[in-house]
């Protein structure tokens, strides 16, 4: 158990609509990471915050968007979805200071969209 | 980001060791060697990191060149579990990992 929860574990929806997947952090950690992975384009990442503050922001599209509460959980939101969004979509955590830290990943979100 | 160069895919039997190496040659003086592993269906999963010498946790050694241009993750007694795709990772902290293809291991029972 890495400590890390997302919600829900999977998700079906159709095109156009919109889902917000949610990701609990390891108590402690600080930072937030997004990454997408889907069959042709392996693990990629999307979006990082930090203490509430975007920090990074990767491959993203703009029909995406992301916010870190002040709890520290954070919110990933999908709209008007196309069949190309159908994923996996990971959260991972860090302490969020130095080199020497891992980041520790949730067992992720599979989105289908039919 | 730091180009890694990893064997697409290995076997090995169960129960014998495993050496998985990886090429980082444009690594800068600053990152550390991450490794990380993913099982189906799972996220991917933390299992070493250093920086100039050797590391060893209840997982797994990590190897790394005097240069530091190449690694090697060693698992010293591979089960069915070990079964995975391992990326290493030039990682500095608090910022994106940049996952490769990896390499994906086989083991045979």
């Known amino acids: 158990d890495s400590g890390v929860t997302q919600t829900p574990k999977h998700l079906i929806t159709a095109t156009g609509q919109r889902v917000t997947l949610r990701c609990s952090p390891r108590s402690g950690d600080l930072s937030v990471y997004w990454y997408q992975q889907s069959l042709d384009q392996g693990l990629q990442f999307l979006i990082q915050?930090?203490?509430?503050?975007?920090?990074a922001k990767g491959n993203i599209l703009e029909r995406f968007s992301a916010q870190q509460f002040p709890d520290l959980h954070s919110e990933l939101n999908l709209s008007s979805l196309e069949l190309g969004d159908s994923a996996l979509y990971f959260c991972a955590s860090s302490v969020g200071q130095g080199g020497n830290q891992p980041q520790h990943f949730g067992d992720g979100t599979r989105l289908s969209i039919l | 980001d730091a180009k890694t160069t990893q064997p697409n895919s290995m076997e090995s039997n169960e129960e014998e060791p495993v050496h998985l190496p990886c090429n980082h040659s444009t690594i800068s003086g600053t990152d550390y060697i991450h490794w990380y592993r993913q099982l189906p269906s799972q996220g991917p999963e933390y299992v070493i990191h250093g920086l100039t010498s050797n590391v060893n946790n209840r997982m797994a050694s990590l190897a790394i060149a005097e240069d530091r241009k190449s690694s090697t993750l060693i698992l010293h007694r591979a089960t069915l579990r070990d079964a995975a795709v391992y990326y290493c990772i030039p990682y500095f902290g608090n910022e994106k990992l940049t996952f490769g293809t990896g390499t994906r291991l086989t083991i045979i029972p």
């Open positions: 915050y930090y203490n509430g503050e975007e920090r």
